[in-house]
């Protein structure tokens, strides 16, 4: 056969040698540092603020919504009756002034006057009414477990509503003042322009006024000039939405962007030393925890009795995890160390600490519950987009738990599966999806927009979150949700964490920070636990 | 990504089997000189060899343990910059683990997801390709009707709903690979069996009398199993690109599994602060998948059924 | 001799009347395309509903047995399988996809609504794609084993030696934040389609560009192309009128897979610059175990991808004498 050899470059056309140099300049294109070092920043005008975000709250609806996210919408442009100053403290809005009823199941509203909506139409008692009713209604708010005892509203006189609930809730002015809850809408509106409308074009009694949305894009608001309290700076502000970490990271060194809320955790660090711009963190309400399955007697597996029903197993745990470690080392300071309850909440304790980080105890609690061999166990963690670092603080945990003697393997599950697992009501059908033997966690006691709601969501036996289960605690958890009396509310909160606290019923690892970054030509002072961005505490400096 | 390149031949060949004759010989006659090496490319096959010996003498190479972290020592810097130790020569990730051993100990992961994808997702594709192509008629239609459903669906969507389905890691991603890949396979032989069916030569040993299984095996096959190679080679690069690609998306191999792609997704976040956690991963991501494509390149020009035509 | 098939189509060859042919051709693979999409649907609606539970997405997670069944009933899950597809594909024919629980609207408008900025970003990286493989393809067969066939097939291959969502943060990095040149992210203007049609069509260039090549080369070695260089034609036109006419055939032949591709990568590009396309959608929508999005999201893919095929596969028909003449 008849074969031209060719010249040694070959008919596939390039060297080896030419086609990797590129290979190389295309990967290792960055310049190692200075990478996203930034120009200065432009000075940010006040008729206009871009604020990038990475989630999207999906429903403006303020009744149809549920959950943290719709609240970057809600804050700015719904009121409720209550609201709540910067520690998260209830304080008069829509209401004025308010009274209960001596056996605490009636409550009496006086509204504010000369109140308007976006759309022009004055905030009456009627309003109040309805949203209420609309709030309350399962076909448009189908989570309605943590309401069911609110059973009605109606209008006494022109400017007053009266509330009833079916029983005693210490924690009622908190759940009006909570940005999640009962926001008033107009009915006016609502006549006129039907469900549908509350969704494309919402209206509220808010510092802004909703002007359009994209989809996956931006929403914008604009100043509302007849807004009752005082007016905040900007005029306009469009929130974009950029779902990449490390994209929103970049837009806000170009300037596209003013302010990043939720700034990724890893570019914190390099920002705070950028010059032109500012860091701004603030403690939420999520806290980190390790969940332990206490309820089971038995292993699903084996049927031996189950190790961490024990609370000496339990607290050598607590004692196993270097939380300092974690959180300076892994999460660069972007976490704060808990014991139960948070500063803010009614019934925090200061003389109550974290768990000490003590190797040689925790191995001596081990022994003595009788494992000094140690025992096996499964980790049940978190991956995803939805937090963080939780598969890192998986194999932190991990690692800690196997040094003290606690073999630790780490499987990790994706969110559909972790929501199943972590509920430890609805996995009981299922033995192989249960919790077993312990897990991340994302929230406890902490941060609840009262600490009674915390303390009974979280721990109480037979609810959803808890996985474990002390007479002791429900009972002083039962007497806390008969009492009304403020000190007498914050003296059983006290006693219920300690309680918590002493039996370990979780292991909190640490209170997420987050933190806000932004143009150096702005500041901000969010709330305490708030994730959102209130435009009215935004000022340019 | 879709092997685009290895469907392109397909295409080319059925295209060009024995009809580019026809195109060429209508416009002009006789056979054009081409360019040819017989050797394979140097740097491609040395930084394959490179590879596959990290992956083999991994415990031996790397210095640490894959599993191996220590949260004080994190985010070290590669050993050449300010804050960097020679004990740690690519420097640490987030955790503290050592970016070099998890490199060596990662060529392990993507050669066995790439191997073992690449060869599941080859085997079904070709008996099926086979299957039809020998069978024709329903048999024909009903798989070509299912390759055809699967490759309407854009390849990423449909592992991400199966990963979620099954829960990520390693296997799922090894399955899902397969459930993805094998349409290509089944796509080439077929076409290639069929259009080998139609020549000339095929037809006379059929008057001969030879059986259509000796035809099959001798004279078929032989041109088919050349092509699926050759798809093999590119699809290892494009498997590995996958796997980062599902782990951009958070639900490929989990921690502490070392994949290149899983490193390269879960540092990408400190592209600007600890650039090493994901450029490196990058690298060797880009060169080894760099130096496939050159070699399966080369793989199908030497076996370009025009040389072999005469 | 007996039948004769054609390799790329289950059509037979031997029918007398080009038109009818022609006719045959096109509703047979129109009745593919219906299938195809049917399948698609039948599988994905199978799929999605095995990986979770949709109801425990719509409520917070400390809902209680009672509310999820509730929710769940309240979407027709507790139904047979096939009771549900019946269902769906009763309502999907007359364009109801159900409703989106998270965005609490119907899911064929939200998915309707997004396509138009996927199809543009696909377009403009097809065009770059294109754009690439020409230059470079008809560079490198002109002047074969030069500086410039070696550099360039290699720029072409690299695009595809990267996973696209680190082509994307690469290109941000440089171009935007670096150099200021473009804009990171967003919507709306041409210089927010530059960089995103840039990632997506670098990875699809190297198969087009290998392909402009190789098919250039056999082309420009052939007696007609001599004949015109001997006729005195300058070499400009040889390449670009002559050459490049014949050689694009077989490059159009991989357009469908091509847009495949396409498709598929628009998922990342998309994700990593905030574009706000189908293929975020969708992933979003799997995430969120938003089942009716899904649905509704991979129909409408699946249909632009058939449609695509289907004309490429009239116009490969059209172009190519010997498939016209059998």
């Known amino acids: 056969m008849a074969h031209d050899r060719s010249d040694r470059s070959g008919s596939y056309g390039f060297t080896r040698r030419s086609a990797l140099k590129l290979a190389l300049a295309g990967s290792a294109a960055l310049p190692p540092s200075g990478l996203l070092a930034s120009k200065a920043a432009a000075a940010v005008s006040i008729d206009k603020i871009t604020i990038g975000v990475g989630d999207e709250p999906p429903i403006f609806d303020p009744h149809k919504a549920y959950g943290g996210i719709s609240g970057y919408f809600f804050v700015n442009v719904y009121e409720g009756l209550l609201a709540t100053d910067l520690d998260n403290k209830p304080i008069p809005a829509l209401a004025t002034k308010w009274s209960m009823s001596p056996d605490g199941l009636t409550y009496e509203f006086q509204l504010r006057e000369g109140v308007k909506f976006h759309t022009g139409e004055p905030f009456t008692e009627e309003d109040v009414v309805f949203s209420f009713r609309r709030f309350r209604d399962p076909k448009v708010q189908s989570h309605q477990a943590n309401f069911s005892h609110v059973e009605g509203c109606e209008a006494i006189k022109k400017g007053t509503v009266r509330v009833k609930l079916s029983k005693q809730d210490p924690t009622f002015l908190a759940l009006l003042a909570n940005f999640n809850y009962f926001r008033i809408a107009s009915k006016a509106y609502y006549d006129k322009a039907g469900d549908d409308a509350f969704e494309k074009s919402p209206v509220g009694t808010g510092p802004y006024k909703f002007v359009r949305r994209s989809i996956k894009e931006s929403w914008e608001l604009e100043r509302f000039e007849d807004y009752w309290d005082e007016k905040p700076a900007f005029k306009r502000a469009t929130f974009r939405v950029i779902p990449e970490a490390v994209t929103l990271a970049a837009a806000l060194k170009t300037g596209e962007i003013d302010f990043v809320q939720n700034y990724p955790p890893t570019f914190v660090d390099e920002l705070s030393k950028t010059p032109g711009f500012r860091i701004v963190k603030n403690k939420t309400i999520n806290t980190i925890d390790l969940r332990i399955n206490s309820i089971r007697g038995t292993d699903p597996a084996t049927g031996a009795p189950n190790p961490f029903a024990d609370r000496r197993v339990r607290m050598a745990m607590a004692n196993a995890i270097d939380k300092d470690a974690i959180i300076n080392r892994l999460l660069k300071g972007m976490g704060e160390k808990v014991a139960v309850l948070f500063p803010e909440d009614v019934g925090y304790d200061p003389n109550v600490k974290p768990y000490p980080y003590d190797l040689k105890k925790a191995k001596a609690l081990l022994a003595e519950a009788g494992y000094p061999n140690g025992i096996d166990a499964t980790y049940y963690g978190l991956v995803g987009q939805r937090m963080p670092m939780s598969k890192e603080v998986g194999e932190a945990v991990a690692q800690y738990l196997t040094a003290a003697g606690i073999r630790t393997k780490v499987v990790n599950e994706e969110y559909g599966m972790w929501l199943k697992r972590s509920n430890s009501r609805d996995s009981a059908a299922d033995v192989s999806l249960q919790l077993y033997p312990f897990g991340y966690g994302m929230t406890w006691v902490g941060g609840a927009f009262h600490s009674a709601f915390g303390l009974k969501v979280n721990a109480y036996s037979g609810t959803p979150f808890s996985w474990w289960e002390s007479k002791e605690y429900d009972t002083v958890v039962d007497e806390i949700w008969r009492t009304t009396e403020p000190a007498k509310v914050e003296e059983l909160c006290r006693k219920a964490a300690q309680i918590l606290y002493d039996g370990v019923g979780t292991i909190p690892l640490y209170r997420v920070i987050i933190a806000y970054a932004m143009k150096d030509t702005l500041t901000f002072s969010p709330t305490v636990n708030s994730t959102a961005v209130e435009l009215k505490y935004l000022r340019p400096v | ?310 | ?326």
Not at chain 2, 134 to 148: Q, S
Request: with cysteine.
């Open chain 2, 1 to 310: 990504m879709e092997p685009l390149k290895q469907v392109t031949g397909e295409r080319v060949r059925e295209y060009s089997g024995e009809r580019e004759d026809s195109l060429v010989t209508r416009m002009a006659s006789g056979i054009r000189a081409r360019r040819w090496t017989g050797h394979p490319p140097v740097l491609p096959s040395v930084i394959l060899a490179i590879v596959v010996g990290a992956a083999i003498f991994a415990p031996f190479l790397a210095p640490f343990d894959q599993d191996y972290f220590d949260l004080g020592g994190s985010l070290q810097p590669p050993a050449w910059m300010i804050g960097g130790t020679s004990e740690y020569l690519l420097g640490t990730d987030n955790t503290g683990r050592d970016i070099l051993s998890r490199i060596i100990y990662g060529a392990r992961i993507s050669l066995l997801v790439g191997f073992l994808a690449v060869g599941l997702a080859g085997t079904v594709g070709t008996v099926l390709g086979l299957v039809a192509a020998y069978f024709e008629g329903w048999v024909d239609a009903l798989i070509m009707r299912i390759v055809d459903i699967q490759m309407s669906v854009p390849s990423i969507l449909l592992a991400l709903i199966l990963s979620a389905a099954i829960g990520p890691g390693l296997a799922t991603v090894i399955m899902v690979i397969m459930i993805v890949y094998w349409t290509y396979y089944a796509r080439l032989v077929r076409s290639e069996v069929l259009s080998v069916k139609t020549r000339d030569f095929v037809s006379l040993a059929r008057v001969v009398g030879c059986s259509d299984r000796r035809i099959v095996f001798r004279h078929i096959l032989p041109n088919v199993v050349n092509s699926i190679v050759v798809l093999a080679t590119v699809q290892l690069g494009t498997v590995i690109i996958f796997e980062a690609t599902l782990s951009f998306l958070g639900l490929g191999v989990q921690p502490p599994t070392p994949a290149w792609g899983s490193m390269l997704a879960d540092g990408r976040t400190y592209v600007g602060s600890a650039w090493w956690l994901s450029v490196f991963p990058g690298l060797a991501i880009t060169l080894t998948v760099l130096s496939v494509n050159l070699f399966g390149d080369w793989l199908r020009v030497k076996w370009d059924p025009k040389r072999r035509r005469l």
């Open chain 3, 1 to 326: 001799m007996g039948r004769v098939q054609c390799a790329h189509s289950a059509t037979l060859c031997a029918t007398p009347s080009k038109a009818r042919r022609m006719i045959r051709f096109i509703l047979s693979r129109l009745g593919q395309a219906v299938v195809a999409v049917i399948g698609v649907s039948l599988i994905v609606f199978v799929a999605v509903r095995a990986s979770g539970d949709l109801e425990r997405f719509v409520l917070p997670p400390d809902a209680n047995t009672a509310e999820l069944a509730r929710v769940r009933s309240e979407y027709g899950l507790d139904r047979p399988l096939y009771v549900q597809y019946g269902l769906f594909l009763s309502r999907a024919v007359v364009g109801d996809f159900g409703t989106s629980w998270r965005w609490q609207s119907p899911a064929w408008d939200l998915v309707r609504e997004r396509l138009p900025a996927t199809l543009e970003l696909a377009l403009a990286a097809a065009l770059i794609s294109t754009i690439i493989a020409v230059w470079i393809g008809t560079q490198s067969a002109a002047r074969p084993g030069s500086w410039i066939d070696q550099f360039g097939s290699a720029f072409a291959v690299l695009g595809q030696s990267m996973p696209t969502f680190w082509v994307g943060i690469l290109l941000i990095l440089f171009f935007a934040v670096e150099l200021r040149w473009l804009p990171t992210s967003g919507y709306g203007k041409v210089s927010n389609l530059v960089l995103p049609a840039l990632t997506l069509g670098w990875a699809s260039a190297a198969a087009q560009t290998r392909l402009m090549r190789s098919a250039m080369l056999d082309v420009l070695d052939s007696e007609y192309i001599k004949m015109a260089r001997v006729k005195g034609v300058s070499e400009f036109w040889v390449i670009y009128k002559h050459a490049l006419r014949n050689a694009s055939l077989p490059v159009l032949t991989v357009m469908s897979v091509q847009w495949a591709q396409l498709l598929s990568g628009s998922v990342i590009v998309e994700t990593i610059f905030a574009w706000p396309g189908v293929g975020r959608t969708i992933v979003e929508a799997i995430f969120n175990r938003d089942f009716a999005v899904v649905q509704a999201g991979t129909f409408m893919i699946s249909v632009v991808f058939v449609v695509i095929n289907l004309a490429v596969d009239l116009l490969y028909g059209v172009l190519d004498p010997r498939i016209r003449l059998g």
